[in-house]
C-alpha cells in the first residue's frame, strides 16, 4: 500500500518524548504485568485481545493516557517480534486508529484506518484529513491520500465512504447546490428554483457559521438579485431569510440594473451552457 505525503509539515510523528506514551503509572502497569510476559512467550493472539480488553476499559472509564500507553507499549514489543496488528483485525485497527487521532497523531492514525477498511474507519479518515488540512495544505491533496490507497486495497466500499464523508461537510455541499440551483435560474421567470434558492440559503445559514456571517449574507443577497431578481434588502436584517422570502413576494425588480459603489450588479441572462454534475449529491 502506498503511503501519500505531500509536504512534511503535514505528517505528525509521536513524540518518543512524550509523557502520554511512556508514562508508566500504576493502571497501565497491572495491564502491561498480564500483556507483556505474553509477548515474550510466543502468544501474540492472546496479547491482542488482553491488550484490546484493557484498553477499551480504560478508555470506557475516560483514562484515555493510560489506554494509549498501553497500546503504545503492547505495540513496540509486538513489532520486536513482527507481530504489530495482524491486518485482518479490523476492529483493532480502528480502535487504533481512533486514539492516536484523539490523540492528535495523525500520521500515525492514518495507516490503522486503511488498515481496518471499516466504513466507521472510512469516516473518522475523512474527519481526520479535513481537521488535519486546517493545518495547512490542499484539500485534494488529503481527499487523494485517503481515496487512493483504498482503491489500491480493493476497497471500494472504504472508497467511496471516505469521499462521501469528506465533502459533506456543509460549507461544500452549499457550494455544490449553489451551483446546481444558480445553473438552472432564469430571474423571476422559474418560480420553483426561486423558490428553491431561498430555502437553499436559509437552511444553511441557520446553522450558522461562516455562512452565516454578515460577508457571505450580502454576497449570496446580491447572488439572489443578479440570478433570481430578489431585490436587494433596504438594510441589513436581523433576519436574513425572512427578509429574502419577504423580497421575493414584494414588488419585482423595477430595475434591470443596481449599482453598488463602483460595481454594477445586473440580472444574468439564463445559463446556457452544459450542466454542471456532482454526482455524490441529490439532483435538486
Not at 113 to 132: C, T, V
Not at 242 to 258: E, F, Q, V, W
Request: charged share 20%.
Amino acid at each position: 500500500m502506498v503511503r501519500f505525503r505531500f509536504s512534511k509539515g503535514l505528517n505528525r510523528e509521536p513524540d518518543p518524548t512524550n509523557v502520554k506514551l511512556h508514562i508508566q503509572s500504576g493502571s497501565s502497569s497491572r495491564a502491561l504485568n498480564a500483556i507483556l510476559p505474553l509477548v515474550a512467550s510466543g502468544q501474540p493472539y492472546e496479547v491482542h485481545q488482553k491488550t484490546r480488553t484493557f484498553t477499551s476499559r480504560y478508555s470506557k472509564s475516560g483514562q484515555y493516557d493510560t489506554a494509549i500507553d498501553v497500546l503504545f507499549q503492547s505495540a513496540r514489543e509486538l513489532l520486536k517480534v513482527s507481530q504489530h496488528c495482524p491486518a485482518g483485525d479490523q476492529d483493532l485497527h480502528h480502535y487504533i486508529g481512533e486514539l492516536l487521532y484523539k490523540d492528535g497523531a495523525f500520521d500515525a492514525a492514518e495507516p490503522h484506518f486503511l488498515a481496518s477498511g471499516k466504513r466507521d474507519s472510512a469516516r473518522s479518515l475523512a474527519n481526520m484529513m479535513i481537521e488535519w488540512s486546517a493545518a495547512g495544505g490542499a484539500l485534494g491533496n488529503f481527499a487523494l491520500r485517503g481515496t487512493l490507497p483504498y482503491l489500491q486495497n480493493g476497497n471500494i466500499v472504504g472508497a467511496r465512504t471516505f469521499i462521501s464523508q469528506f465533502i459533506a461537510q456543509p460549507v461544500l455541499n452549499f457550494c455544490q447546490l449553489a451551483v446546481l440551483t444558480c445553473q438552472r435560474a432564469n430571474g423571476e421567470k422559474n418560480k420553483v428554483i426561486r423558490e428553491s434558492w431561498v430555502r437553499l440559503c436559509g437552511t444553511y445559514q441557520s446553522k450558522g457559521g461562516v455562512l452565516a456571517t454578515r460577508e457571505v449574507r450580502t454576497t449570496l443577497q446580491e447572488i439572489a438579485m443578479l440570478y433570481f431578481a430578489i431585490p436587494l434588502p433596504r438594510t441589513q436584517p436581523d433576519n436574513p431569510l425572512g427578509a429574502m422570502i419577504s423580497s421575493m413576494l414584494g414588488d419585482s425588480l423595477t430595475h434591470p440594473s443596481l449599482t453598488i459603489g463602483s460595481r454594477i450588479l445586473q440580472v444574468l441572462e439564463p445559463w446556457t451552457g452544459p450542466t454542471v454534475r456532482f454526482p455524490l449529491l441529490p439532483e435538486l
